[in-house]
């Protein structure tokens, strides 16, 4: 029995980890998830160095989940 590449082939995941990083400029960052098809992200979150609540942005894809 010869396996083709149509068995190996794997559809795209609908959700991808991703980098988010402080706009505060201190280095703190965090991964989160969200969806493939969603625009990048911009959350406000706590950062501990700065004791506040800054904007934080997505800077990479990590992976797939």
Do not use: C, H, W
Not at 20 to 28: D, H, L, N, P, R
Not at 35 to 40: D, F, G, Y
Not at 47 to 63: C, G, N, T, Y
Request: charge should be positive; avoid cysteine; charged fraction near 30%.
């Amino acid at each position: 029995m010869l396996l083709s590449a149509v068995f190996f082939a794997r559809s795209k995941s609908k959700t991808i980890l991703v980098k988010m990083v402080s706009q505060a400029g201190t280095g703190y960052s965090f991964n989160t998830k969200r969806s493939r098809l969603r625009e990048k992200l911009t959350v406000l979150r706590y950062d501990p160095v700065v004791k506040a609540r800054v904007l934080f942005v997505e800077q990479k894809k990590i992976r797939s989940l």
